[in-house]
């Protein structure tokens, strides 16, 4: 699980954890350091963050500190959970920034490559890094591989180009990518939420220039803010052997979307 220590990523690793899996917890515990990267002007998890998460779940939790832009540590991070656990059975690709505020023909280049190597190619080096283990895996037909996308991956949002270009890659990627898997059992499906009552929604609040994030619930169909959660039991479930059905698909936690 990447992008462990907080947000969606946190509440995936306690409803995996409720289903019975082990997990390998891994996150990169930037915190307000300068690896968030240029245009991350918000706070990211830090250790403290990732060490509490696994606590609560003494001996079903290991951590891992380590970022998604460096595939070595993926590599190695992917070969520490087969170690530990016996096997790879699934994989979840949460890891990601945002930022934005500007046109896109106004956006740095910095920020782009921010975003582009954070919330793209994060998810292709843990795919590239796992994906072999789960082929390798006694029961490969129950190996599924999850990636967090975004709303944004499927529409245009007002100055936040850049980041729904990201996540419309990642959309691609995991298309791809359950192409590639074709008669293997192993399955790729992409979880795309809405506004969801994270960090990085109060990033965004701030992007857009607003004082609380419960603005953004005028933007979906039920009216409310998403919680971490709901959209944790969908990609729980996207992890399940009943989840295969969904290969290839961008499963919506949207509560209704509209942009």
């Known amino acids: 699980m990447t992008g462990a ?3 969606i990523g946190a509440a995936t690793v306690r409803a ?3 289903e019975g899996y082990g997990v390998l917890a891994l996150d990169a515990c930037a915190g307000d350091g300068p690896d968030r990267g240029p245009g991350v002007e918000y706070a990211l998890a830090g250790r403290r963050d990732l060490e509490k998460l696994g606590a609560e779940h003494p001996g079903q939790v290991v951590v891992e ?5 460096d595939r070595a540590a993926l590599d190695a991070a992917a070969a520490k959970a087969v170690t530990h656990f016996g096997r790879l059975d699934a994989v979840v690709a949460a890891a990601a920034v945002i930022c934005g505020g500007q046109p896109l023909w106004e956006t740095p280049e910095a920020h782009l490559r921010t975003l582009w190597d954070v919330d793209v190619m994060g998810v292709w080096n843990t795919a590239a890094a796992c994906v072999p283990h789960l082929l ?3 029961d490969p037909s129950g190996g599924r591989f999850v990636a967090v996308a975004s709303a944004a991956g499927t529409r245009g949002l007002f100055h936040l180009g850049g980041y729904g270009a990201a996540k419309h890659a990642v959309i691609g990627l ?4 359950a192409a590639d898997l074709v008669h293997t059992g192993v399955t790729a499906v992409a979880v795309s939420p809405g506004s969801t009552r994270t960090a990085m929604l109060e990033a965004t609040a701030a992007i857009y220039g607003l004082d609380d994030v419960e603005s953004f619930a005028d933007a979906q169909l039920n009216g409310r803010l998403a919680e971490p959660e709901e959209v944790a039991a969908l990609i729980a479930f996207c992890c399940s052997p009943q989840g295969g059905v969904a290969n290839g698909a961008v499963m919506s936690a949207e509560g209704g979307f509209r942009g």
Do not use: Q, T
């Not at 500190?65 to 832009?69: E, L, Q, T």
């Open 5 to 7: 220590a907080r947000g």
């Open 16 to 18: 995996l954890c409720a």
């Open 65 to 69: 500190v380590a970022d998604v832009r």
């Open 136 to 138: 390798d895996g006694p």
């Open 174 to 177: 995991v298309r791809g990518l």
